[in-house]
């Protein structure tokens, strides 16, 4: 069964700290490229980072890079988004994807810029006040 679950959204002050979850059914989950998207009303869905689960490489949008830790626990089969440094320009929805081609050694760029290569999560809300 293939299934991705997010949890850990809310609302934060502006430079406060979140983090999200993603538990992954095993059949997705590694060794995979799974990682976090996000879209804000009105704007594109915009790629936020990746983690490959075999080797626990990761990659960061330029955006997030020094604010966001992309992790894993192999033995939940979740991924995490720890966020900190929270600015109001991070408020979307957030989504976490994982390929549908795993095994590939590395997050790819089909994973980044092709939604129809994975498998999607239903998304949670991020909100930050200032």
């Known amino acids: 069964q293939v299934q991705l679950v997010e949890s850990g959204g809310g609302s934060v002050q502006a430079g406060g700290s979140l983090t999200l979850s993603c538990e992954a059914s095993?059949?997705?989950?590694?060794?995979?490229?799974v990682g976090w998207f996000r879209q804000a009303p009105g704007k594109e869905r915009e790629y936020v980072a990746a983690?490959?689960?075999?080797?626990?490489?990761?990659r960061y949008s330029d955006s997030v890079k020094g604010r966001f830790t992309i992790s894993q626990n192999n033995d939940k089969n979740t991924v995490y988004l720890q966020m900190a440094s929270l600015r109001p320009e991070d408020t979307a929805v957030y989504y976490c994807?994982?390929?549908?081609?795993?095994?590939?050694?590395?997050?790819?760029?089909?994973?980044?810029?092709?939604?129809?290569?994975?498998?999607w999560g239903q998304g949670t809300q991020v909100t930050v006040f200032s």
């Open positions: 983690i490959y689960t075999g080797f626990a490489t990761t």
């Open positions: 994807a994982a390929d549908k081609e795993p095994h590939k050694g590395y997050c790819d760029d089909s994973f980044r810029y092709y939604a129809d290569h994975n498998y």
């Open positions: 095993e059949y997705i989950y590694r060794p995979n490229c």
